[in-house]
Every structure is written in structure tokens, then in C-alpha cells.
């Protein structure tokens, strides 16, 4: 349900941050205790959601302008 999805988007950007700050997807992985292809799975999910909201974002902007 929302509650489940919204503690795995969540999980996903402190996923994310971790890529960030460690550098590398593997130290990531390491860190959260993940396989590499875990973590790009979740990134891949992140990315989706991104794209999906940026498309929500520009159908807004044509409509108010």
C-alpha cells in the first residue's frame, strides 16, 4: 500500500545519498548491506519516478500558461 511504497521511496533516496557521498555504486552497496544489483535496481526505480513527476511537471506548466 502508500505507506510500504513511501518507506521504499525512502529507502531508494538514502540509497541515492549513499552513492553520493561514498562515490561509487559498490561502496553504496557495502554500506546499506545490498548486492550491487540491488542497489541499481533501486536507482533505476528512482530514476522512473523522477522522469514520471518531471512529465507531470511540464503537462502543468502548458496548461497554466
Known sequence: GAPTMALNNLEDIRVFALIVKLGSLSAA????????????????KLEERVQALEARIEALEKIWR
Open 29 to 44: 552497496a557495502k554500506n546499506a548491506h545490498l548486492s550491487r544489483s540491488a542497489v541499481s535496481k533501486r536507482i533505476a
